[in-house]
């Protein structure tokens, strides 16, 4: 497991789906503030964060888990905070994709 917020691992994946730091928050419901405070290890994520996260930029919760540097459990345990977490991060790819073709 990383020790601290791979913050170059999260950008390049963001940027591979053509996304800011922006979508990576709304995915998970918090403020830009918030995430950024994410990526300078000084929050840590609830395991509704790190489903969004793996959501939003395609990867696995626990791939997500051991790039955020902390022992966040893996999405399971609650099976709606999951649910809710993917619909959002499903919305905020959406909403990133309107913004990008300049249709929201």
């Given at each position: 497991m990383a020790l601290f917020f791979d913050s170059a691992?999260?950008?390049a994946r963001l940027a591979e789906r053509g996304l800011t730091p922006a979508?990576?928050?709304a995915a998970a419901g918090m403020s830009e503030v918030e995430l950024a405070l994410v990526f300078k290890d000084q929050r840590?994520?609830?395991a509704g964060d790190?489903?969004?996260f793996a959501e939003?930029?395609?990867a696995s919760p626990s791939e997500?888990?051991?790039?955020?540097g902390v022992s966040t459990p893996?999405?399971?345990?609650n099976a709606l905070e999951v649910r809710l977490a993917r619909i959002e991060a499903r919305l905020a790819a959406i909403e990133a994709e309107l913004r990008r073709?300049?249709?929201s």
């Open positions: 691992w999260f950008e979508a990576l928050a840590e994520l609830s790190v489903a969004a939003l930029i395609g997500v888990a051991e790039h955020a893996l999405p399971g345990a073709r300049g249709t």
